[in-house]
């Protein structure tokens, strides 16, 4: 949690880039005079710490398995966890990430090579003095956040997850300690006993002697957890809850989230996601999501339940089990597949925006596609599809909602993806993955009570955005009076100009994914859907990219509201 689990370690000239007042008063600091010169280390309570005579060794994020940092070293974190080693005679500084970027690493490293700076936080770097990356900004507007490492400074990246990071006076590497990747696949005989094994066992492995918290939807994960917790694990306390907008209707995630968690006896709340104040949600997805995490519907839930259940473990349904069976035809269709959007998908937006700025920003994020396709040479198009799911989408389009968001009120457990999970989904051939396919028929064997009532047509309501915004318009004019490093690239006046356009959008058209799914049933949707290509970029609705616009702005602000 972001009260005692960081660090921040500064080197060289750019100690000063590091923002001493942001960081939590509870603090521990560590000075250390290097051959490359002093070297200096915050961090919070809960780190876990060595030190001895040559080095000072660091770690944050789920280091319960770690009797001592010495094999942690050698062989990469086995749960979700970073580690960092400072070598105080030399100043070389290692640091370790793990295999799915659940802790991510900051790192700002300028180009004059005047020292660096790495951090468990973004927020503890002086932004103002910092370099906006249009690149980065153009990914926020369309994605809600960045992928391939970005952010969205210029000089700021996040280090590669599964690698160990090596910083000195004369060079920088990285070398890769773990791959994921189907070269391996091959058809066994016992691929479903083995998922059934791992599944159990990683839900256990996740469950300390403490309350569980687990957020429950009508799908295929979340209740397999559930499943899984009910017969297998059986935690002392456990309880469940559905963000719901109003009363959840037959059929919804709510719904059947609720019928679910009576039938295994554990007690559910369904939990209203928005509290009203449409301001107080924007300030506060800015100062937890660390200019990466996409625009969370239920932050307002996530800070009533953290108030009450703070001593609890969240136990989280992400998992990589096998994206949609979709017919794909090129690389296009599997970045839609996997909602990397170019900047064609903020189309509302650019009206406002001068041409060569448009230009840009839609340059500068192809170009960060291109990179990152450039770095597999995966050629099944399912393969690929596959492995970015794990590589871009899971770091970046949901963890960083786990990490920062949901991991500042609660400590965050990932089970579907644990190292022992990850490694038998790299055995599988495709047609064990696609939909999900084999964890759908070994879950339902595993645990078929909580399968015996039929899954949700249709998922979580979010809050009518358009409607409060429209609503609330005076809070939101409020907060484009405050000056924000964002005014420099996207002028007030551009925003101002698409809220204002925001009461003549026509009422948005049916989801017919969404009507198939209500008249057929999830099972038969997902038979169709093997025979469509994915969608062309979806364009964002107004509403979306004005959310978006109004966090970067509060994250960028000169002086960022302090709401909590």
């Known amino acids: 949690m972001l009260g005692n689990q960081w660090f921040v370690i500064a080197t060289g000239n750019v100690q000063s880039i590091v923002d001493t007042t942001s960081l939590p008063a509870a603090r521990r600091e560590v000075t250390f005079a290097g051959d490359t010169g002093s070297i200096t280390i915050f961090h919070g309570s809960a780190v876990l710490v060595e030190e001895n005579d040559e080095t000072y060794s660091l770690a944050v994020g789920d280091v319960r398995s770690l009797r001592n940092l010495a094999g942690f070293r050698h062989s990469g974190p086995s749960r979700h966890a970073a580690l960092c080693v400072v070598d105080k005679r030399t100043g070389d500084i290692r640091v370790l990430t793990d295999r799915i970027n659940f802790s991510k690493i900051f790192c700002f490293a300028p180009a004059d090579g005047c020292g660096f700076a790495i951090s468990s936080h973004l927020t503890f770097f002086d932004r103002p003095r910092l370099t ?33 990071h090596e910083f000195s006076r004369s060079a920088r590497k990285t070398t890769t300690y773990w791959h994921y990747g189907f070269d391996s696949a091959v058809e066994s005989p016992t691929a479903k006993q083995q998922m059934k094994d791992v599944l159990v066992e990683a839900v256990r492995d996740q469950v300390a002697d403490r309350h569980v918290l687990l957020s429950l939807s009508g799908g295929f994960d979340s209740s397999g957890i559930l499943g899984i917790l009910a017969k297998f694990v059986k935690p002392k306390s456990l309880k469940t809850f559905s963000y719901v907008s109003g009363v959840p209707k037959p059929g919804t995630d709510a719904y059947v989230a609720q019928q679910m968690a009576a039938l295994t006896g554990y007690p559910h709340e369904n939990v209203q996601a928005y509290d009203g104040d449409i301001a107080l949600t924007i300030q506060r997805n800015a100062r937890l999501g660390q200019g990466l995490s996409n625009f969370c519907d239920e932050i307002d839930a996530w800070y009533r339940q953290g108030h009450t259940l703070s001593d609890s473990d969240v136990l989280a349904g992400d998992e990589c089990f096998g994206w949609a069976d979709r017919h794909l035809v090129s690389r296009e269709d599997v970045l839609v597949l996997v909602s990397l959007r170019r900047f064609e998908a903020a189309a509302p937006l650019i009206p406002y925006l001068a041409p060569p700025l448009v230009r840009e920003m839609t340059d500068k994020l192809a170009a960060d596609v291109e990179s990152m396709l450039s770095k597999t040479s995966i050629a099944s198009l399912h393969d690929l599809k596959d492995f970015l799911y794990l590589d871009q989408r899971i770091p970046w389009g949901l963890l960083p909602w786990r990490r920062f968001i949901i991991g500042e009120l609660f400590e965050v457990r990932e089970p579907f993806l644990q190292t022992e999970v990850l490694d038998v989904i790299k055995t599988l051939p495709q047609e064990k993955r696609i939909g999900k396919g084999l964890y759908r028929r070994a879950i339902q064997e595993l645990v078929p009570e909580v399968f015996s009532i039929p899954r949700a047509r249709s998922g979580q309501a979010a809050p009518d955005w358009k409607k409060e915004m429209l609503l609330n318009r005076p809070k939101i004019d409020a907060l484009l009076k405050v000056p924000s490093a964002l005014d420099a690239v996207i002028e007030p006046a551009a925003i101002v100009s698409l809220l204002d356009s925001l009461a003549s959008q026509p009422k948005a058209r049916p989801n017919w994914k969404m009507v198939v799914r209500q008249i057929v049933g999830p099972a038969a949707t997902r038979a169709l859907r093997s025979f469509v290509r994915p969608e062309l970029p979806k364009v964002q609705s107004v509403e979306t990219i004005l959310l978006r616009l109004l966090v970067l702005r509060e994250f960028l602000a000169d002086k960022p509201a302090s709401r909590s």
């Open 132 to 164: 906006l990356s249009i690149g980065g900004l153009a990914s926020t507007i369309a994605n809600g956040t960045q992928f391939n490492n970005s952010s969205v400074f210029r000089d700021v990246s996040v280090l590669d997850r599964a690698a160990i």
